[in-house]
């Protein structure tokens, strides 16, 4: 091998030869011993937190005032662990931060349970918790209780990261796909299918250089400035797996709306679209990691709009389309030469472990 | 192949030659159309409630009315996914409950996040969801929210199950292992040891036929029966993986005390107690998942001990040991001979992958 050839390990490169003292082995996961320094060395001095470093089977906090919380989970397998513009563990906060921010909550508190592979170079976990502290920082969250279960060799993949949780929804804030209504206009925050074609492109799929970077972000800062301009918002959503057009048919079916949108003004980045042309994708489809679409009555449009577009996450935010009586249920484009088509849900399969 | 040999996958009887229709494929983690039916045809009939239903991307639930709460989340892995006395499924759900449970809450409701493997046949996870079902009605706590996604073949094992959980904590209630006090006494609730050895044998690792069945089981129920009975419940466990042994030193670093064990009095299944001798384990380092450890005061002990033996999953429950002052950090045996050994946390890794 050429020794100035780097050695590229999950997209990261590696910094050293790497001994058997440098990797993940089974014995991280017996729960004894190992485990615990694992935890103390390598979990805890990125994530600290007093209620994460009390070490009990459960974290303890104090019930928030307000009179309803939402709580979710989400499961990360993304492949190359890390990417241009982010990386599992980035991703693995914001995914459950977007969720909650989504649903009106104000995100408080994380958990996270890792599968580890056996063999996972720990310098690649590392790297992982430090993008978690980062994206826990940027949404005001904290990761208060965790789990470690280690995997044999070829019976996972690198990192898996699943973290759940919990938020405070303020008094009065009521948004889901079915309250959308007739009039309502649908605003995106920002240029699609960044993250998609990202994953993609870090993994040598493409056959040119693109220059994409993942918009992967904790939304809730943005999210809380667009519910403080305006009491006009009637759903949020981030629309990641399947892309904008997946989470356009499900607010079609959840409120029974028709939705027409306008293809002139779909916001999509030239090398997305280059990428996309070439292979055959259409970025509608394409997932995004840091993006949201809002609907919101026509008179909180202009409000909403410039709240966005005030927030560092929210500059390129532009209204796509609106909610209609007609066609209930379904999604239409209204498309450059003037014609209609119907936009469907992701059907199959497109681009595999891309979150 | 001999036609009359049943194919076991995953400790499973396959009930009929499978077609590719019958397993997860790629598609099934897109977040489009093949997830929507997946998650309506597979996941939504055993775990059905109101909450799940909703379908949105958080739960919202009512905070509940006492002021604290506990959260935590566990990853399990376990292989094979079907063993005797237990599955992944409700290994998921007992595991969560129960670390909640032993932080003094009552458990209410849980995430879960499914990482499939692509070729798993979909009988394997409509078995593993129905036991999720039967533990959770069995803990009295429902899943409210979940995420699926799918690796491709060779990338992850089967199924893999990350739960979160959420439970509220009556006021009053206060345990944890610094909470131990010098003549404290230990109690166990039962014979240890039963789930490690189960899930080896299912694997076949012993080289006789064993009658082993593991211990799974939700404890909330066995707990909320020990704090009517008495308020002298200092800390409570449930000893997992590294078992009684790791769990114990545990407790003593966390609250500076030394804790003497009684050999003779610690409770091991004939057959448990077999299999570990021949294969050189001792069973106070081998995993638990329906058992727990209670250390209370002396005055407590008659009435946490009767409520305990009065309840179905504490039938069997004894004193085994004694919290002191002298030795702290340090667990001791002493042995049937009359001398006194110190007791370690589980350096290595012994049985991988039995949670």
């Known amino acids: 091998m050429n020794e100035e050839e780097p050695v590229v390990i999950h997209g990261l490169v590696c910094p050293r030869p790497l001994t058997h003292d440098d990797t993940i082995v089974l014995g991280h996961g017996s729960g004894g011993r190992m485990t615990q320094e694992l935890i103390a060395r390598t979990f805890y001095p990125p994530l600290e937190n007093p209620l994460l470093l009390r070490g009990d089977d459960a974290a303890i906090f104090e019930t928030p005032p307000s009179g309803r919380m939402a709580f979710c989970t989400d499961a990360h397998i993304v492949s190359p662990l890390f990417f241009p513009g982010g990386d599992i563990g980035r991703l693995s906060i914001c995914g459950t931060v977007n969720d909650l921010a989504v649903m009106g909550a104000r ?11 056996e063999g996972l170079p720990i310098f690649v976990l590392e790297e992982a918790l430090k993008s978690m502290r980062t994206a ?53 925050s920002g240029p699609l299918g960044d993250h998609g074609m990202a994953v993609l492109a870090a993994r040598g799929e493409l056959s040119f250089e693109a220059e994409i970077r993942s918009d992967i972000a904790p939304l809730s800062g943005l999210i809380e400035a667009m519910f403080e301009a305006s009491d006009g918002i009637h759903v949020l959503r981030d629309p990641t797996r399947g892309g904008v057009a997946t ?15 306008e293809e002139a003004v779909i916001p999509v980045r030239e090398p997305v679209a280059a990428a996309c042309e070439m292979l055959g994708f259409d970025p509608l489809y394409v997932a995004n990691e840091g993006k949201l679409i ?62």
Chains 1, 2 share one sequence.
Do not use: Y
Not at 110 to 115: E, G, K, M, N, V
Not at 146 to 162: L, M, N
Not at 331 to 339: A, D, E, N, R
């Open 247 to 261: 989470t356009l048919t499900e607010i079609a079916r959840q409120s029974h709306m028709g939705i027409v949108l």
């Open 294 to 355: 809002a609907i919101v009555t026509p008179e909180a449009e202009a409000d909403v709009l410039a709240a966005m577009r005030a927030h560092p996450l929210g500059r390129e935010s532009v209204r796509i389309g609106q909610v209609t009586e007609e066609n209930p249920g379904r999604v239409l484009m209204k498309t450059g030469i003037g014609g209609m088509r119907v936009v469907e849900a992701l059907s199959g399969e497109m681009l595999p472990r891309i979150c």
């Open 136 to 188: 826990a920082e940027e949404a005001g969250v904290k990761v208060v209780a965790g789990d470690t279960k280690v995997a044999e060799r070829g019976k996972a993949d690198g990192i898996f990261i699943s973290t759940a949780g919990v938020g405070m929804i303020p008094d009065g804030r009521e948004v889901g796909g079915r309250l959308a209504r007739p009039g309502d206009v649908v605003l995106v």
């Open 107 to 117: 995100p408080l508190w994380l958990t996270a349970s890792f599968i580890l592979e």
